[in-house]
């Protein structure tokens, strides 16, 4: 049995595991109770539909499609980061909230990133829906995790390594998760299988954290290697951690989500993470966002964290920075 058809095998037997691991599991049982409860229930539309999700002329945009899905656009490049359309995620997380992207109204993206392998980062289905014309990039160790989607290229990055092409930066950087695809594999993938992940591009720098708990050096140090611009930071899952608290090992909170902002020295903050996917918890999806709300009112950061609704586009450089046309090619 050759190496592929190993994990193939692998991604059949650990969700019927986990199925059957329910009863000694306890947030595998809540998933599992919760999505067969809600089969069926009607998915509330995303906030925005943005028509043309690339614009033609731009400095630098964001569009939240909900989750951990952004989109990211820099002049004439197009950044997509954890891409999740689909209606559950990995079968099990029932979906609150509609997509606010349409894959299906995307000419191109030049650079889809995803973070980890958790099913609702790494999503299958959604990255066949996607356009082919750019490249995937992976975190260390997902190469064995990953099938051919017929992307130009697709690329596993260690942390702190680069790819450097057309003007375009990307940098694999630290942050604090958890490995494995499904919750009970951790042991047969030792690998890290996590990442941030940093684009430089026409002297723009955003800083992705993917899922991340709060680390006290790794944001200082990625604050230190580059001057970031944007960060786009998780708040949620909800009801985890208290208002004062900076989260859990492997979920910050949103106080903590402004810690990895301050740490970073960015200049702006785009929250995700939160509102759009049912972990089996009963807590009101909106705690997250009315948790970081508390936080820009004390910190007086309400010009420089940008809630987003669920398909709402931000533009947050008006100009492009040189004379040339920012008209995507
Ligand atoms: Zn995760
Ligand atoms: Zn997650």
Redesign the pocket.
Known sequence: MNHRTTNRLRLLIVPLLAITMAGCSSWVQRIVTYSIENFGEPILPADVRVISPILPYTGLAVLWGGHATVMIQIEDKVFMTDPAFTKTVGMLLHRLVAPGIDPAALAKVDYTLI????F??FSFGSLEMLPKNGKLLIPPGAAAYTPEFGFVETIELQTWESIEESGVRITAVPVQ??SGRYGVDIPWHPEKG?TGWVIEYKGKTVFVA??TGYHPEYFKEIGRRFSVDVAVVPIGPAGMGSANSLGGR??VSPRGAVQIFEDVGAKIMIPMHHRTLSYGSTADPMIPQNLLQAVIDEKGYQDRIHILAIGERRVLMEEPSGQTSGTPQ
């Open positions: 973070s980890h392998l958790h609702d980062h998760h958890f996590y993917g899922d492997i979920h």
